[in-house]
């Protein structure tokens, strides 16, 4: 059963950076950002940085420091972002039952024309939640679940030919992040010395998932199974009818984001414009942008803007209103 607003809010997103970038935050990170020092992951291979937001969620920049020795879903990927999380209210292990009921519920929308189960025919379960934890600079020790989806490259409604819609591999489903200690210990959003930005932001309004649109009936199906919310139709672009599509969702601290929290969610659609067929052609199919949502000084100050006017900096959003 889904609803037309989900329980299930945004989690973090994962931003690849070089080397470079990583030890020199290019201006439209430093600039924007209280970017605050993470650590070396258990394995060794990489470390990250952060940006907390007030709404609870963040951003983790991610740098590789030696050939990945975990993470192997993220290895192939290019700088850039790649991939994002959710978090419920529920435990991992009760989220992983509810997700998977739907996902394996019967396919059908009442038109006569089945595609699949409640996955939409792409081949995506998800693996047993994954215990973690790392222990912060202070000593305190903070813990958590992951779980990450499994895919099936020979369920019927998947992009075909692989190596063309997922190049780099199958990042095209979010992964879930559950604490098991206190949230705050990992997303210290109360803290406003780390959650306060120079460019205002409190907080990810919406990830932008960009699909083939011959497949957007299946990614609906799917994203609703994932979420658990209604999809939501807003029309197309150009003669593509019904392919932008979005998914309400709440927010680990709606205070924060009061001015938009009918605007929250995922928003899942078929290639714009030339950008957007450059964008799935080489990264493939999955996360495309974030918009994070700041305050307006004014009634009539609206705006939309990107960090930075090409590459990386070019998808992420400063969505101002």
């Given at each position: 059963?889904?609803e037309s607003v989900s329980e299930y809010s945004h989690d973090?997103?994962?931003?690849?950076?070089?080397?470079?970038?990583?030890?020199?935050?290019?201006?439209?990170?430093?600039?924007?950002?209280?970017?605050?020092?993470?650590?070396?992951?258990?394995?060794?291979?990489?470390?990250?940085?952060?940006?907390?937001?007030?709404?609870?969620?963040?951003?983790?920049?991610?740098?590789?420091?030696?050939?990945?020795?975990?993470?192997?879903?993220?290895?192939?990927?290019?700088?850039?972002?790649?991939?994002?999380?959710?978090?419920?209210?529920?435990?991992?292990?009760?989220?992983?039952?509810?997700?998977?009921?739907?996902?394996?519920?019967?396919?059908?929308?009442?038109?006569?024309?089945?595609?699949?189960?409640?996955?939409?025919?792409?081949?995506?379960?998800?693996?047993?939640?994954?215990?973690?934890?790392?222990?912060?600079?202070?000593?305190?020790?903070?813990?958590?679940?992951?779980?990450?989806?499994?895919?099936?490259?020979?369920?019927?409604?998947?992009?075909?030919?692989?190596?063309?819609?997922f190049p780099t591999g199958r990042l095209d489903t979010p992964?879930?992040?559950?604490?098991?200690?206190?949230?705050?210990?990992?997303?210290?959003?109360?803290?406003?010395?780390?959650?306060?930005?120079?460019?205002?932001?409190?907080?990810?309004?919406?990830?932008?998932?960009?699909?083939?649109?011959?497949?957007?009936?299946?990614?609906?199906?799917?994203?609703?199974?994932?979420?658990?919310?209604?999809?939501?139709?807003?029309?197309?672009?150009?003669?593509?009818?019904?392919?932008?599509?979005?998914?309400?969702?709440?927010?680990?601290?709606?205070?924060?984001?009061?001015?938009?929290?009918?605007?929250?969610?995922?928003?899942?659609?078929?290639?714009?414009?030339?950008?957007?067929?450059?964008?799935?052609?080489?990264?493939?199919?999955?996360?495309?942008?974030?918009?994070?949502?700041?305050?307006?000084?004014?009634?009539?100050?609206?705006?939309?803007?990107?960090?930075?006017?090409?590459?990386?900096?070019?998808?992420?959003?400063?969505?101002?209103?």
């Amino acid at each position: 059963m889904t609803e037309s607003v989900s329980e299930y809010s945004h989690d973090h997103v994962i931003l690849l950076l070089s080397t470079h970038d990583f030890e020199n935050l290019p201006a439209w990170l430093s600039d924007n950002f209280n970017v605050i020092e993470g650590g070396t992951h258990a394995g060794g291979s990489s470390r990250n940085k952060l940006i907390i937001f007030a709404d609870g969620t963040c951003i983790e920049l991610l740098n590789w420091i030696t050939e990945p020795k975990e993470f192997f879903d993220w290895a192939s990927k290019s700088p850039g972002l790649i991939d994002f999380a959710l978090t419920t209210p529920q435990t991992a292990q009760e989220t992983h039952a509810a997700v998977t009921k739907r996902l394996e519920s019967a396919g059908g929308d009442g038109d006569g024309d089945v595609d699949g189960d409640g996955d939409g025919g792409l081949g995506i379960r998800f693996k047993q939640p994954l215990f973690g934890g790392r222990k912060r600079k202070d000593g305190q020790q903070c813990e958590w679940y992951v779980t990450k989806p499994m895919v099936d490259n020979e369920a019927p409604n998947v992009p075909k030919p692989i190596d063309r819609y997922f190049p780099t591999g199958r990042l095209d489903t979010p992964f879930f992040c559950h604490d098991v200690t206190d949230r705050n210990l990992r997303v210290p959003s109360t803290d406003t010395s780390i959650s306060t930005h120079p460019c205002g932001a409190k907080g990810i309004m919406s990830v932008d998932v960009v699909v083939p649109e011959p497949r957007i009936k299946s990614y609906m199906k799917l994203y609703s199974s994932v979420t658990g919310a209604d999809a939501k139709v807003h029309g197309g672009f150009r003669y593509l009818p019904n392919t932008n599509v979005s998914f309400a969702l709440s927010s680990p601290n709606e205070k924060a984001m009061e001015g938009v929290k009918d605007r929250i969610g995922i928003e899942l659609h078929a290639p714009r414009d030339g950008e957007d067929e450059a964008w799935l052609k080489e990264r493939g199919v999955g996360i495309r942008e974030i918009r994070l949502y700041v305050p307006a000084a004014g009634e009539d100050e609206v705006d939309e803007r990107p960090l930075d006017s090409e590459g990386i900096g070019a998808s992420l959003v400063l969505v101002v209103q």
